[in-house]
Structures are given as structure tokens and as C-alpha cells.
């Protein structure tokens, strides 16, 4: 199968065939998902939450993301790879962000950022659109706006709120998007987005209509056994499996039972 290009997400809204996106952190598991045929792998700054414990992703630097962007971009042959721009690097000026988004792609090989935020940011976007970088918009729950949204909430809710996301989807597609994320908002919501904006939809909590969906992979996986929203369906639980493989290994070890024979090099 040919790479995916930003081109590519266009074509997919027009034919009706739904974008697959998952998260990834390092070249393993982006090798993975490549092979299992994923369209888009986004190296989130989820990470900082996912592997280092923070309980916001505040903490994420462009450091940082250049780093899990280059082992993903390793492992990755097919798909898109999207590097998310951590909070502040795009927010304060547009030069800001067109230094930073360009940082991101020319020294991890990704093809794509990713911006939240909607009428506020599209001057950065423009801006970074114009320097030859593909950018991906992020409505809805924004997790760089935790406290400012006063937590993880359902957004789109109450008399004017699709008006306001439809101006915000509407600035960032004017601004040269390739595609938005929608995070939690109710499915009526974003169905009317969806069909409303030319730009291809991603799902996260956002109801089936949209035009492609995104999952954190550790939380499919079922390795972040704490966190289980209702949007959130587990395709495996690695995370007992994990536990239960180093318990008897634990076990063996103290009982003399491994290494076996088989374990052994003879002279
Ligand atoms: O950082 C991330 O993993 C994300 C997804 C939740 C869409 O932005």
C-alpha cells in the first residue's frame, strides 16, 4: 500500500471511507500499528500523561516531541505520521509557531503537526501553513486548556455551542487545516460538523459520524487499566497481562525454577 500523504484525508472524506488514527510513542509500537494498517499514527503529547505520570500535558516540550516524533517516524512506513505542538510553542506568536512546527517536521520526518484551539490560533496555523508545514486542527476538549475548561468535560453542550465550534472548525479550515480532531462532544454535534465543514472530522469521544477516529493506544490496549471513560472501548487488557507474566517470572525466579535447563549455555 502507497504512503498516506495530508492528500490523502480529502479524498477519504470524499469517498466516504473512514480515517483510522492511533497514538504511538516509540518506533515498537509505531511499527506495530503501521503493520496492523493504521492511516495516521499521532505522536500526542498524551505522552507525558501516558508514560511519564503528569497529570495534565502542560509539561510536553518540542523537545521532547522531536524525540518520540524521530523513533516513531523509524518505525512508521505507511502511515502518517502527526507530531502534536506542545502548549505554548504556537500559542504566544505565529512566528513562534512557524520556528517550532518547523523544528517538528524537519527533525523528526514527520508530515504533519498538530494545533488545538480554534479562531484564536488561525493566524499560527496560516502561518505555519505558509511555511510548508501540514497542520492538523484539535476542537472540542482541548487538553491544553484543562483548567480553563475546568477539567476533561463534555464540550458542544448548551444554546450556541455548535455555532461557536462551527465558527472555530470554519477559521481553522479558512487558516489551510487538512483535518480537525473533535474530543468529547456529544455525536449530534459533531455529525453536524462532520457535514458541515469540508475538512475531514477525527473522533475521540465523538460519536460514530465523524470521519475518521483516533484511540490513545495504551488505553485501547487496556495498559492504563485506571482510566475508563465512556467513549474509551478496550481491545485488549495487556495491562493484567503485564502484571500476571512479571508475577511468574517473580514467582520462578524465587523458587529456583527459572532459568531452566533450556536457559542455560553449556561449555
Ligand atoms: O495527545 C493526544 O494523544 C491527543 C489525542 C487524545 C487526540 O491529542
Redesign the pocket.
Known sequence: MAAMTVLDFARRKKAGEPIVMI?AYDALFASMVDAAGVDAI?V???LVSVLCGEET?LSATVDQMIYHGRIVRRGASRALVVV?MPYLSYQVSPVDAVRNGGRILKETGAGAV?VEGGAEIAPAVEALVNAGVPVMG?LGFT?QSVHALGGPRVQGRGEGALEKLLRDARALENAGVFAI?L?LMPALIAQRLTAGLAAPTIG?GAGPRCDGQ?L?LHDMLGLNEGFAPRFLKRYAELGAEVEGAVKRYAEEVRTGRFPGPEHVYKV
Do not use: C, N
Open positions: 497514538t499521532l500526542g503529547d498524551s500535558t502534536d498538530k484539535h487538553p480532531v474530543e475521540i483516533v490513545v
